[in-house]
């Protein structure tokens, strides 16, 4: 991919564009350069700091005429180098678009700017009783979340991004400003551009607000672990519990290496074993149904010590920990970096799908974990280099390939969550075929003509 | 609109490309020339009906060479006149393509063909203990539901067509068959093309096989019904148990009115009083203590007699007159059409809203009923007109769209579950923009650059 620097000519106009700062200071170039994700990092030619729906529509105009390629950029948290500048040109920084907008507690929905960050807002909407649902592991922007299509940890009860934006502001590549969607829970006007949009790693247009759906904090929330002899076992005991339809909150499975670095690095003292972690939410009596059901069904699979507890600071400890899991893994290991997969499968091969990936990762010699949001079939393998040997990352990543060709092979997908991106540009052909990707890239072309919104990622337009 | 109607040649040689039938029969024509809407027929140039996905395929090349317009039909039961062939052109009868091809309990999903209406599929699905949640009123096609974005009582818990369906094979205008979505519970691959495609009314590719996502029929159900002493009351009452985040399986709105023609139509004996039906899904206690916090709750709405049952054939009774609403009011009308309107607004609104309209309608001379989903903020006007009286349904549509304006106007939207079809184009431009609309035009165009496909629905072209 050829790439753009900007002459001096064009910083000095871009500073005219936008209430923001445009730098070039190579601090600021480092950090936009670089996300969460294995692949090397890419300098920005320049930043551009955007404060305004208008500011992006000037930028994005003249970039589009100039033809400098435009990356948006939030927290950085990518996993799947969605940030990365591979084309030179800006990286459009929404950080200072941080302003939540309204809540709306009456229509059960909040407007936020594309830089509020997940738990910034479910600071403020505790407040209110309310909670926004989608929770990532990383404290992520809400506008790179959309753009993403992120999920997490409760997707199985309130859904992911794709279910929780309503309606969106979003900036066309040549400045157009459109709105897309509607405060309204249910809409049939025309063509879903809302979810067109989120999901499309910022190559369609780039988002400048944002209209939430959010819930009311439950009545009672409760939290259970549970251990289990074989990774197979637990993984089983999770599909029969979403196949018996009980309402979980919460359902993630972690390995027994996975919560012997969680319970060192977040001061726990779980049995290190393959382990399910569950959460209810509900009524009081119904939270208690429906954890005793579970306890019931995971007997069958030898599920033991279930441990069940109604206490706030447990359960938040118990979360944190799970969140925390890719953090504990690191400081386990220190100096490593972790290289994350993500594929899901239809329930009925999870246990198939697990077993297979644990059988490609353990005839190399890299240390891995294994954990996921197994009641979505949803899984990731984290595996563990050392970055001062680059040539470990090429045979990891070559590793991640078998895995998803296997997943693909039993229909499943090569990635539940974490996006294409970089990464996985093959294997969305290999999964989807070239008719759909065709279909996507003809789309990007008609409102991209001169491919200038995050170039590179995806597809090859 | 210009008309095509095709020449003995074209028909001679569309029946060399499918394995079904290819009719010219009047009585053919004007069944695929009609809808439930109160749009008047327009007969197509000839029906051909598929039996394949490589029928389709090699029909709808053909007919892109040629510039023959293509309107798919299933069951005829759109309520915004997407079945009429208003260029002409054919019509493609998918009827034919109507095999349950897989049902796999194990990973809560099925395969179908979009000929397969919903309560055959619903059928089938109860030997496996499960169900099919989309329950538009009308037995529609699942292609049909999928190509609409169809909705119904239960999508306040189990989401619509476009949170139902997981993936589509479909056939582009110039024959290409592609596949989008996965058989996963979660995907982030790429464009979420399913969703565009589903809701898109048939403009963008016909869809010749769907994978669904099916759900375990609940331990226990229960249904309740409540009278208010006012219409304003009730909504507030519906609105005021979505915001206190208790689970409901299906929260209908039913006014005076509506509930005469029901009470007369389905044997009840209801009090003739402006209604709110209750469905809970969940545990045996579950169910019940949401029940009872219902209950609670309207009691401070003035809702009275609360009428609660989990006896299966009376909670069937209900909800079968829910769904046969419209016919009980053409039955209590002998000789009169109904013209459905279909708004949805944010729920601190709704009962503004429903207020506005009535205060619309009621101040002309037609019979009208107001009914809706409210939890979803969702609700419909029934307006009743003689159709020997052609000059009424040209007021009833400019009183509709006084109350689309209204609803617009307030953060609604002209349509919550209907589609735009052929009557709200221009509400589309009003709600959302010439911005958005300008995109959707030019994703049509590029997907479908002869126009071949429903002409005339959604935007102009």
Redesign the interface.
Known sequence: MIRVDLSEAQITHLKTLTSGSVSTVESVLDQHGRDESAHPPVRPSAVVTVQTTDDVSKVLKYCNGEGIPVTAFGAGTSLEGHVLPIAGGISLDMTEMNKILDI??????VRVEPGVHRMALNEKLSTHGLFFSVDPGADATLGGMAA??A?GTT?VRY??M??NVLALTCV?ADG?????G????????????T??I???EGT?AVITELTLRV?????KMAAAVVGFPTLKAGVEAA?AV????I?VARCEFLDATCIKYVNSFANLNLKETPTLFFEFH??P??VE??AQ?VKEIIAEFGGSDFEWTTDETARRKLWRARHDAYWASISANPGKRGVST?M??????LAEAVTVCEKIISSHDYLYTILG?VA???FHCLILTDPNHPEELEEILEVSRSMVREIIAM??????????GLG?IE??VE???D???E??R??K???DPQLILNPGK??IS
Do not use: W, Y
């Open positions: 709306r507690p009456d229509d059960l929905l993403t299509g999920a997707t859904g992911s794709r279910e066309l157009t400003v459109i709105t897309v509607r405060e309204t829970r249910k809409l049939s006007a025309g063509f879903d551009l979810r067109l989120v999901g499309s369609l819930f009311g904090i439950p009545e599909t979403v196949k018996m339809g309402s509900g009524s009596q119904g149904e429906d059901s993500d899901a499968v239809p329930l009925s091969k949001h979505d079939g949803n229909g499943g997908t090569c990635t539940g969550e974490h996006g294409i996985k294997a969305l999964e989807t075929g008719g759909a990707v279909v996507m003809r789309i072309k008609v409102l995806i597809f």
